[in-house]
Structure formats: C-alpha cells, structure tokens
Antibody, heavy 120, light 107 residues
C-alpha cells in the first residue's frame, strides 16, 4: 500500500533552517510528483510547492521563493523540503503529498505531517 | 493567484440530514477543483477531484458539482464520522490554492 512517512518534529530558532523528509513506499516513486503543504496552528492549508520525482522540476509558491528548496533522492524514494531563514510564522505542520495522477493534479496520499516549531 | 472562498465558515447540521458546502473561485478553474476532508490531528483526505469524481474508497453520499467559478460539495445523509473541516482546492493554475475551510459541526 502507498505510504508517505515523514521525519519527526523539529524545534528551531529564528533564522535557522529545517529539512523535512518524506519517504515513499508502495508505488513507483519516479512516476508521481510530490507536493508540500503546510498548516499553521488552527489555520487552513497553504500550498508550498511541488517537485517532479521523475526529473526534479520544481514549482514554488512565490511567497517562499528564495527560502525553500525541494529535492528528491530516487535511490531511497525520499523527498525533502528545506526551509531557510525561519521565522515564527513558519511554525506549522508540514505535509508531503503524492500527485493523484501527474503534474497539476490533487493529492491522494499524504504523509502524517511534521510539526516545525520556530521559537527563540 | 486564484482566491478560493468557501461558505459558510461553519455549518451546523443534524446527523442524517443533508449538508451543502460552497466554494467560489476568483476566476475560472474549469473543473480542476478538489475537495478534502480533515479531522483534528489528521492529514487531509481527498474526497472529490475533477469537481465531481469521487476518489477511491469515498462513499457515494459525497458528491461534487460545478464548473468555472462555482462549486458545491453535498453530503447526502450525514454520518457521525463526517463532522470535520472541508477544504476546496483549485489546481487549474499554479500556485494551487485552498479555500479557508468550512467546519461541519453537529447540530
């Protein structure tokens, strides 16, 4: 069965960086893209960006451009999301999610979420 | 970016009754509209894509309709497990954008 398993919770200081991993199993990793979505406490969902696991092409939300990098390691079927220059308003649960059937489609399988807390 | 507006913010409905949730896009998204259900402490769950296609394993009581800028999610007979927050998402244009959510609560 398809599974996305994310790395554990992180606590970071303002200005630091965080890298969240998302290990996929149960499907051919390079056949689908991965989106990253975050959710601040008590708030709605915010799309952060997308990466093709086939060729590494990315598309990032403009508000995060320059601070976020999404990568994949096809040898381990793992996707990564790195966010730099962390601020308090980056405190959120970060989710990875698999494309339903290709680029520009909704997400059918989601990771369990990774809580990133930014606090001095 | 395309702004998605959901209404109402909170909907109170009794079990067994019908619930109708709305989602409006600031410009046409064709039929590239998905609905998700999210329960506390859980990841979102895909319910509907292509505005009206149920995702795998989703009960028939969930239905979606609409195209262009106006969309509706209908839950025909509410079960206890349906009380949750529902989000719409457009994926017609990057960036994908979500509505702010509708909380479906027990009346």
């Amino acid at each position: 069965q398809v599974q996305l398993v994310q790395s554990g919770a992180e606590v970071k200081k303002p200005g630091a960086s965080v890298k969240v991993s998302c290990k996929a199993s149960g499907y051919t990793f390079t056949s689908y893209g991965i989106s990253w979505v975050r959710q601040a406490p008590g708030q709605g969902l915010e799309w952060m960006g997308w990466i093709s696991a086939y060729n590494g092409n990315t598309n990032y939300a403009q508000k995060l451009q320059g601070r976020v990098t999404m990568t994949t390691d096809t040898s381990t079927s793992t996707a990564y999301m790195e966010l730099r220059s962390l601020r308090s308003d980056d405190t959120a649960v970060y989710y990875c999610a698999r494309d339903l059937y290709g680029s520009g489609t909704p997400s059918d399988y989601w990771g369990q979420g990774t809580l990133v807390t930014v606090s001095s | 970016e395309i702004v998605m507006t959901q209404s109402p913010a909170t909907l109170s409905v009794s079990p067994g009754e019908r619930a109708t949730l709305s989602c409006r896009a600031s410009q046409s998204v064709s039929s590239n509209l998905a609905w998700y259900q999210q329960k506390p402490g859980q990841a979102p769950r895909l319910l509907i894509y292509g505005a009206s296609t149920r995702a795998t394993g989703i009960p028939a009581r969930f239905s979606g309709s609409g195209s262009g800028t106006e969309f509706t999610l209908t839950i025909s007979s509410l079960q206890s497990e349906d009380f949750a927050v529902y989000y719409c998402q457009q994926y017609n244009n990057w960036p994908d954008t979500f509505g702010q959510g509708t909380k479906l609560e027990i009346k």
